[in-house]
Every structure is written in C-alpha cells, then in structure tokens.
C-alpha cells in the first residue's frame, strides 16, 4: 500500500511544479512560496482533524519535535531555493536538478538509517545520476551571459542539497508518531521561515500588488503540495527512505509531461534518454 502512497505523493509534486511555475511568473518567489505555505498549512491542520491524530501531540517526544523542527527548517531552505530557481530558470531544468536529491538521500539513508544497499539498487542509483546528468541542458551562450542563467543553478543545487536533508530528518521525526500530525507540525516551521525571509528581504509591500490570476495558480500549487505531502509522509512512514524517495521523485514525468503542453517546453534527444534511464533507475528500486 505505501507504495500506492508513494505514487501519489509523486503526482501531486509533479502537477506542483507547473501550477508554482504559473503562478511566480511576475510574483516575487519568496512571497509565492509564503503564500502558497498558508495552504499547505491550513491542508496539514485539516488532515490531523480529519484521522483524530491531534490528541497525540502531547505525547510527541523531544527526540521528534527536534527532528521535526529540523526537517521543517531544511524543506524551508529547499522551497526558497528551488521556487527562485523555479522564476529564473526553465522548468525542464530546474526539475530535475532538484531530483538528484534522490542519490543523495540514498546514501544519507544508508549512513544514518542503516538501509542496506544491495548491487541491484547501486546500479540503479547510476542510472539514476546519468539519466539527471543527462537531463541537465547545457545552457545557451546568451544563457551564460545573463545573471540569470548562472544563478538558477546554484538555487536548483542547494534546492536538491536541502530536500536530501528534509527526507532524512523527516524519515527520524516520523518514527513513533502519525505521519499526517508530524506533516503539519513540521510545515508550522516552514510557515515560520517562509515570512521570516518575506520580511528580511523587505518584500512584504508586494503581497498586495500579486495578481489574482497568480495567486490562484499559488494556493492551488499549496493545496497539490499538501496532497503530495500527505500520500510522501504516509509513504515514508510504513516504507524504507532510500524506496519511497526515488519514487516520489518521479514526478519529473508528470512535470515535464505538463510542461511540453502547457509552457512548450520540449526535451531534446539527449534529455529524453535521461528522462528514461531516471525512470528506468527508480522501477527498479521500486520492485527491489
């Protein structure tokens, strides 16, 4: 069953990328990202509410809370990264960026969660890290020219830095307590940092400038990304770390699915050979 969770929570995160993607074209992404984190917030609230999983907050341990926090703080800082590299860079980019976080939580997963690893899922784990490689455009010479296109990059691989960090601590957090009451707790955190860096970067003045048309392209990413949370977290909860997260980053089929159609962004020959052998890397993690 969790690995229907699994397949789910790599839907929604796809269907999240295009709708953020919509919805930071003139809105600043610090403030789209504040925005679209109420929803996600208010989402994983109604969810605790809805399995009666609220009374068990007095009995989370100072273990969890702190492995909670920490994975809150580290998928802020993998938000903020990954929705400016998002409002600079092209989507067929960017993405897969992001999911390189795959080969490095796997092994973060073996280092500290103790999941075996077996030849199989090393083989994987390369085909993984060519097909990403792959899928990685080399950029333009008007691309390198603009600030633009050599700053998206380094947003895009702290993004992917920051999410390997949030899998592990959250994989941790989630131990002991129900994963829909760890979800929300750990996006309170995320709230947090998300306006705090609206305000430290002096943006709040913009919040009442964003277009409507906009905003509802955010709360609609918030809303497809509390889904995809609450199909991860359940995943994560009842399967091993270094499955469920290859899986889940498998929602750059759906992304770059929407994105041929809705931003005519195309792959080329070299990028569809990596799309594949990402794809093939995760099934065959999956069936291990």
């Keep these: 069953m969790w690995i229907l969770y699994a397949v789910g929570s790599a839907f929604f995160a796809g269907v999240t990328s295009i709708l953020a993607k919509s919805g930071i074209k003139k809105t600043d992404s610090n403030v789209a990202t504040a925005i679209r984190t109420i929803v996600v917030f208010i989402f994983s609230w109604i969810m605790v509410f809805v399995v009666g999983s609220q009374a068990s907050i007095k009995m989370v341990g100072q273990k969890t809370l702190l492995f909670l926090i920490l994975s809150g703080l580290a998928t802020g800082a993998s938000w903020l990264c990954y929705f400016h590299a998002l409002q600079i860079g092209d989507i067929n980019k960017v993405v897969p960026i992001d999911k390189s976080s795959t080969v490095l939580t796997i092994v973060l997963a073996l280092i500290f969660l103790k ?3 077996t030849w199989q899922k090393s083989i994987a784990v390369i085909l993984i890290a060519i ?4 899928m990685i455009q080399k950029k333009s ?3 390198e020219n603009d600030s633009n296109g050599k700053s998206w990059l380094f947003y895009a691989v702290l993004s992917a830095v920051f999410a390997s960090l949030t899998a592990v601590l959250g994989k941790i957090g989630i131990t002991g307590i129900e994963s829909n009451l760890g979800t929300a707790i750990r996006t309170g955190i995320v709230l947090v940092m998300a306006w ?3 305000f430290i ?3 709040q003045s913009e919040i009442h400038n964003i ?3 906009e905003l509802i392209f955010i709360c609609c990413s918030g809303i ?3 889904a995809s949370w609450m199909y991860y977290y359940k995943a994560l909860q009842n399967g091993p770390a270094s499955v469920v997260i290859p899986i889940d980053k498998s929602s750059v089929l759906v992304t770059v699915a929407f994105s041929y159609f809705i931003f005519h962004e195309s792959l080329d020959k070299k990028s569809a050979i990596g799309l ?3 794809v093939l890397g995760t099934i065959i993690i999956a069936i291990l």
Excluded: H, N, P, Q
């Design 115 to 117: 999941e075996g690893i």
């Design 131 to 134: 097909g990403i490689f792959l």
């Design 141 to 143: 010479t008007a691309e």
């Design 196 to 198: 705090s860096m609206v």
């Design 201 to 203: 970067t002096g943006k």
């Design 211 to 213: 277009d409507r048309r």
């Design 224 to 226: 497809a990304t509390g």
């Design 276 to 278: 594949a052998l990402l």
